[in-house]
C-alpha cells in the first residue's frame, strides 16, 4: 500500500508547508501518497466514483497552512454519503456516512429515528460498523433538539448532528502492505448497510440545491 516513504514525505510537508516547497516536491506527493490513494480507490470502485481533494488549502478566510497536511478520498458522495479513506500523521482514517448534514437532511433522520421501525433499522447499521472498529460520531447536541422531548428513548441519536462512523488506525507496518486495501474494504462494507440506510431515509439536501 502507502510506501514508508509517505510518512517521510508528510513529516517533511509538516515541517516546509509552503507552496514553494511542494511545487518542488510534487513529484514526491503524487508517487508515494496520491498513487497509492487512486489504487486503493481502485479497488473499491464497486462503492462508487471517487473524489480526491485538492492538496491545497484555500487561506483567504482562514488562518490555515498553505498545503493540507493529509490526503482525502470521498467515494460515492451522492449529497446522501458515503465512504472516506484519509491518510496523514494521526493515522489512517477510514469513515462512512454524512459528515455534515444539512438541516433537511437532520430533519429527515430525526424523523427517521423518531420512528420504532426505522430507528431500528438504523441501530442494526451502527451495530454492523462496530463490529469492524468504526464508532458512530458523538452527539454534537447537548440538549434534544426543537420538537423533541428530553426524556425521548432515542435522545442520545436526535442528538446527533454528524451522521457518520469512524476508526482512525495508528500509523503501523500493515500500513506498508498490502493487506492495508483488504482492511479498508473489510471495514467499509461493513459500514455499508449504514450509507443504504441513509440514503433510503434521509437523502440528499433539497435546500438550493445542495447535494447535486
Given amino acids: 500500500m502507502w510506501p514508508p516513504e509517505a510518512l517521510d514525505f ?10 514553494d516547497w511542494f511545487r518542488a516536491n510534487r513529484g514526491r506527493y503524487d508517487t508515494v501518497l496520491a498513487e497509492p490513494a487512486r489504487e486503493l480507490a481502485e479497488q473499491l470502485s464497486d462503492l462508487g466514483r471517487p473524489h480526491f481533494f485538492r492538496p491545497y488549502n484555500d487561506t483567504r478566510f482562514h488562518m490555515r497552512p498553505p498545503i493540507k497536511e493529509q490526503l482525502g478520498v470521498a467515494i460515492g458522495h451522492g449529497g446522501a454519503g458515503g465512504y472516506y479513506f484519509e491518510l496523514s500523521l494521526d493515522g489512517l482514517l477510514v469513515a462512512a456516512g454524512l459528515h455534515a448534514p444539512a438541516p433537511d437532511q437532520l430533519a429527515r433522520f430525526r424523523a427517521a429515528v423518531d420512528e420504532d421501525r426505522r430507528a431500528r ?5 451502527v451495530e454492523n460498523a462496530a463490529e469492524a472498529g468504526l464508532a458512530l460520531a458523538e452527539p454534537g447536541l447537548k440538549r434534544a433538539p426543537r420538537g423533541y422531548p428530553q426524556d425521548h428513548p432515542r435522545i442520545e441519536r436526535l442528538r446527533l448532528t454528524e451522521l457518520a462512523v469512524y476508526n482512525r488506525h495508528p500509523l503501523e507496518p500493515w500500513l506498508h502492505q498490502r493487506r492495508c486495501g483488504a482492511r479498508v474494504r473489510a471495514e467499509l462494507d461493513k459500514a455499508g448497510p449504514l450509507v443504504k440506510w441513509l440514503a433510503e431515509n434521509v437523502g440528499p439536501s433539497q435546500r438550493l440545491g445542495r447535494g447535486t
Fill in 10 to 19: 508528510l513529516r517533511e510537508l509538516e515541517a516546509n508547508n509552503d507552496r
Fill in 121 to 125: 433499522a438504523f441501530e442494526r447499521a
